[in-house]
């Protein structure tokens, strides 16, 4: 079986500085949607689901190249579409909304299912293998508002994760949403599409 780390480790190996960074970035963009929506309430109105998740990603991509440019531990990828973080070798981030039982949605490119599989003989101790981390906002559907910043475990499935806990400001409390299991639940994957990946945007993000 398996064993995967728990929020605290997660969260303690990524260090202070990052996790603060990442909940910042991520409020700060919850700051941005209140600001354009008090500016700009039709332009908001008028987005698509999927067109305001972009903007929001948007948002939050832009301010976390800003707090952790120049960190040593730190490097982007930014290629059309595909944005991720990485903190060493050790931990591989991609920014998404979360529901409140921390399911994502993707399309099932051969990336996003790579990105959401762990690698296979995964982790007696942190820093052996990239790990791959979700980090973003639970959202609510119908408000169309963000919530507390979350970061989230998974292993083979959109809809179910193995766990999901607030990402804090530096030196606050983590909070468990959803604990570690045993093991994962076996992929939930949406309807195929013919688009390639590099055709989708950043795809509810």
Do not use: C
């Not at 603060?20 to 008028?46: C, N, T, W």
């Not at 903007?55 to 440019?69: F, G, Q, T």
């Not at 599989?117 to 979700?134: C, F, K, M």
């Not at 609510?140 to 963000?146: G, I, Q």
């Amino acid at each position: 079986m398996k064993r995967y780390p728990e929020p605290d480790e997660v969260i303690e190996a990524l260090g202070d500085k990052v996790v603060a960074a990442l909940s910042a970035a991520i409020l700060g963009a919850k700051d941005d949607l209140a600001e354009y929506r008090q500016g700009m309430p039709h332009f908001v109105a008028d987005h698509s689901p999927r067109g305001l998740a972009n903007w929001i990603h948007d948002r939050i991509w832009a301010r976390i190249v800003a707090e952790l440019d120049g960190v040593e531990s730190v490097s982007f990828v930014d290629s059309g579409p595909l944005r991720e973080l990485y903190v060493n070798a050790d931990f591989r981030l991609r920014f998404k909304r979360h529901s409140p039982t921390g399911a994502i949605r993707s399309y099932p490119t051969v990336g996003a299912l790579d990105f959401i599989t762990q690698e296979p003989d995964l982790l007696s101790l942190i820093g052996i293998r990239t790990l791959n981390l979700t980090a973003g906002y639970e959202w609510d559907d119908l408000a169309r508002t963000m919530g507390e910043p979350v970061l989230s475990l998974r292993d083979g499935s959109f809809e179910d994760v193995l766990w999901m806990s607030t990402l804090p400001a530096a030196g606050g409390t983590i909070t468990p949403i959803k604990p570690v299991t045993d093991g994962p639940t076996p992929p939930v994957i949406e309807a195929p599409r013919h688009d390639s990946e590099e055709n989708q945007g950043t795809d509810d993000a």
